[in-house]
């Protein structure tokens, strides 16, 4: 089973300031991996998948990158309503599909 | 619009069972493959069974293998989820989700529906 370890665990940031968070695997998952946004109360959002490919809709300020095993979501100029937890998934080999346990983005 | 709803969650005692279902609407439901993913009270996520399209094929997480039993009704757009002797760890929303491309990616996700395991 492919593990997958996200940093930080919680990031403090002010709006309008850049977010850089990281997905590191346990072996490699080639480009399969996504992101995902959830907000308290609501189920996960996809934002991005395959590394780097915004899914319908999501915001050019969102754009992820990165191969192998390490990865990056990069949030561009914080926006009030990206405070959020973020996961990353991948699903080069699944079953079983993993995430990594989470990002917290709070306001600073 | 994409549109998932589980219904069944509920309070349960441990060992018992529970039927989970999700309506799918706004998509050609038997053309996706569909995913149970869940989420225990302030924790991450941790997928739990797939199905594909045509029910030709299903997958269980280890956890959940040989009590859990992923199904779906094509004709009815309703995907299943029947959770036998249940545990009190398996507290948790469970959430119906759609994999576009039966690649083990999720694009849209139901609201989810609460499942708690207690005496």
């Known amino acids: 089973e492919i593990v997958l370890t996200q940093s930080p665990a919680t990031l403090s940031l002010s709006p309008g300031e850049r977010a850089t968070l990281s997905c590191r695997a346990s072996?490699?998952?080639?480009?399969?991996l996504a992101w995902y946004q959830q907000k308290p109360g609501q189920a996960p959002r996809l934002l991005i998948y395959?590394?780097?490919n915004r899914a319908t809709g999501i915001p050019a300020r969102f754009s992820g990158s990165g191969s192998g095993t390490d990865f990056t979501l990069t949030i561009s100029s914080l926006e009030p309503e990206d405070f959020a937890v973020y996961y990353c998934?991948?699903?080069?080999?699944?079953?079983?599909?993993?995430f990594g346990q989470g990002t917290r983005l709070e306001i600073k | 619009q994409v549109q998932l709803v589980e219904s069944g969650g509920g309070v349960v005692q441990p060992g018992r069972s529970l039927r989970l279902s999700c309506v799918a609407s706004?998509?050609?439901?038997?053309?996706?493959?569909m995913h149970w993913v869940r989420q225990a009270p302030g924790k991450g996520l941790e997928w739990v069974a797939v199905?594909?399209?045509?029910?030709?094929?299903?997958a269980y997480a280890e956890s959940v293998k040989g009590r859990f039993t992923i199904s779906r009704d094509n004709s009815k757009n309703t995907l299943y989820l029947e959770m036998n002797s249940l545990r009190a760890e398996e507290t948790a929303v469970y959430y119906c989700?759609?994999?576009?491309?039966?690649?083990?990616?999720?694009?849209?996700w139901g609201r989810g529906t609460l499942v708690t395991v207690s005496s």
């Open positions: 706004g998509f050609t439901f038997s053309s996706y493959g």
């Open positions: 072996q490699s998952v080639s480009s399969y």
């Open positions: 998934q991948q699903r080069r080999d699944w079953p079983p599909i993993t």
């Open positions: 199905i594909w399209y045509d029910g030709s094929n299903k």
């Open positions: 395959d590394v780097s």
């Open positions: 989700v759609r994999d576009p491309r039966g690649q083990g990616e999720y694009d849209h």
